[in-house]
């Protein structure tokens, strides 16, 4: 079985809105957008606006970034919100996925290694 759109969505919810992910989750924002770098931090236009910003990092920090276990934040949410005889394909499939943002109508995809 693969990931719908929907379940992508809601591994991407729980990865974002976890209590338990938080302090890493803040850790990781402020490494993904370079909080600590000296001086102004300036985006490519097509970088778009703050919410599609936010969208590209809620995509890396749960389908790319490991924990220190080597598992992502979306496979935590998987064994959290995908309990189904095949939840070892959900779990896997997680490493194979390509996140994309939707901004103005157009959608942007990025599958990182």
Request: include cysteine; charged fraction near 25%; glycine fraction near 10%.
């Amino acid at each position: 079985m693969q990931l719908t759109n929907g379940m992508v969505e809601q591994l991407t919810e729980w990865c974002a809105l976890n209590d338990v992910l938080a302090g890493v989750r803040s850790k990781a924002r402020s490494d993904f957008f370079g909080y600590d770098e000296p001086g102004t931090i300036k985006y490519m236009a097509e970088a778009g606006e703050v919410n599609g910003r936010e969208r590209c990092f809620l995509g890396w920090f749960g389908f790319r970034f490991r924990l220190p276990d080597g598992k992502h934040p979306a496979d935590l949410a998987a064994a959290a919100l995908l309990i189904r005889a095949s939840l070892g394909t959900e779990i896997d499939s997680t490493d194979q996925i390509c996140y994309s943002n939707s901004h103005h109508g157009e959608t942007w995809q990025r599958c990182l290694p």
